[in-house]
């Protein structure tokens, strides 16, 4: 669509009246200025960043931090859906003709006992949703996201007479075990919103703190679960030396997998294969029936992926049968989360316009082996999307504290004045692109 179509950028001229800007060149110093202007007072959102810090939730349990997000969103003059999936939020911020775009941003911690030594730091302990009490962290730093996404809402809210389309602003809970965004739209998201024409999603990272890193395709993995069952056996008490030590097997079978599916694949392709979960025997029996095992597989190339899958599955019937299990192997093969991997026209929309921005402090994004459920939220409708990292880090070299760990500790400035920026001109450039 046409800049001056559907979104009428008006540069202030001194004297109060405007200019519309006329070139697609200038129109990203227009947005830039835009985003100049209408930056929100950054103390407000700090605030929120600490409080959400010290108050993280584990994933399904965000009810607290969805609270604040819709207090805030309704605040800010959003109409806002709540517990869409469990205690996801969608702020829908409609603002005349031109297209939809969603952004979004993850609600929940993780069960780690935080030790960045932070004066905000988190002390919490919840009860997770499987019954056991754990140390909640944001270790990811979706408390960062959180902060970035709603001072973006606030910005563009602020601007809204320099642009027309839909803002809808995102929370999605249960992101870590990547069940939040498929459940929000089983639940509807679709009957509540509009349909997106375009998803953006940032996440910090430690990169360099005021930096951000974009690509174009695959970005992050997808992950596949395979939950297999060995069954051993049968056992008399007269010589149970020879029946099938379900366990044993196992464990030989487990190390073999990676070297086994390199092989197929071929040296140069890329697939992980990771043991997750071991569970074998039952305090009392004096013999194991069966142990259980769940495999995280991972794979950026979806040819890849497919043959991957299908080695693990062989490899595991195979050895099963050389040790004469008394009946085959149950293998359940099951989607984490798919490959994330960014539309090319969307991503170059985000990328120009971060260039006029940000510099030299866009750099490229390098694929890796995290892996995310963002891309289900618009899947059923094939909307295009793109997904980037900013950096929280004050320095890049020697030990750095990466997403997850216990000492993960983005610095707050400049890493939340450059997310929210990078949201609000990324939303910006989607909706006149
Ligand atoms: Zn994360």
Redesign the pocket.
Known sequence: MNLLDAFSIQRPLPNGESALITTSNLSSLALAEIVQEFQPNLTEYEDFYRHVHQNPELSGEESETASVVALHLRKLGFHVHTNIGGYGIAGVLQNGPGKTVLIRA?LDALPILEQTGLPYKSNKRMIDRYGNERPVMHA???DM?MAALLGAAALLKASEKRWTGTLIALFQPD??ETGGAQAMVDDGLYSKIPIPDVMLGQ?VVPLKAGQVAVKSGPVLAAADSVNARIIGGPCDSINPQFCVDPISLAMRIIPQLQRYIQIGIGMKEDATVACWGFHAGIPGNDYVAYVDFLLDVKTIKPHVRQVALKLVEKKIREECRAANTPIEPVVNISVRAPLTSNDPAVTKTVRDVFHSYFGQDVVEMKVNK?C?DFSILGAIHNVPYAYWNFGGSANTEGEIAT??SPFFAPMIHPTLGAGIDAMALAVLASLAS
């Open positions: 993850e990811c730093g979706h996201n992101e870590e996440h995290s995310e997403n997850h």
